[in-house]
Every structure is written in structure tokens, then in C-alpha cells.
């Protein structure tokens, strides 16, 4: 069996949470171990929500920004803004407003 590196695991974690199958599906289509991807996950989550729990947020990485300047700002009521960057898909922009 292959030994697969912390940073694998958690790629792999992360390609999970975007793929929409379960965990048991998810690691049958890569062909890796059911039991330590059900482990990796669980280690990962507990660490997520301790991140999540104190910032209320989680960080997202862009490979690369291809503008500088924000095209829109959402002011929210309590405060919180998002700006966006790039072309603006009206559908995308309506999930967050309401």
C-alpha cells in the first residue's frame, strides 16, 4: 500500500468537498484506502472547525488574481464586506446578496 503525504491527503480532501460524493465514493474513484481517507477526513474537519469556529470564516487560496481593483462591493448590515473580482455572474451575486 502506498504511504501518501499529509499535503496529499489534505488535496485530497479538499477535492472531495468540491466533488459532491461521498466519502466512500470519493476515495473508490481515486483508489485509495476508504478507512485512512474516512481518518485524514476527520482529522481535517476537527481542524477546519476550530479554525472556522474562531474567525467565522474559511480562507480561500486563488492561484491567481487577474484584477486589482474590486468591480463590487457587498456591504452587509452586520458589517461584513466581500468584494468581487473579475466578470460578475449575476446568478453568483444573487446566492450572496440574499
Do not use: H
Request: charge should be positive; proline fraction near 2%; charged fraction near 25%.
Amino acid at each position: 500500500m502506498k504511504k501518501w503525504s499529509v499535503e496529499t491527503y489534505y488535496e485530497l480532501f479538499y477535492r472531495w468537498q468540491r466533488s459532491g460524493l461521498s466519502k466512500a465514493a470519493f476515495a473508490a474513484r481515486e483508489g485509495i484506502s476508504k478507512v485512512s481517507f474516512y481518518s485524514w477526513c476527520k482529522k481535517f474537519e476537527t481542524n477546519t472547525d476550530s479554525q472556522d469556529a474562531s474567525t467565522g470564516f474559511t480562507r480561500i487560496e486563488l492561484a491567481e488574481a487577474t484584477f486589482q481593483v474590486a468591480v463590487a462591493r457587498i456591504n452587509y448590515p452586520s458589517g461584513i464586506s466581500v468584494e468581487l473580482f473579475g466578470s460578475l455572474d449575476p446568478d453568483r451575486i444573487k446566492a450572496l446578496v440574499f
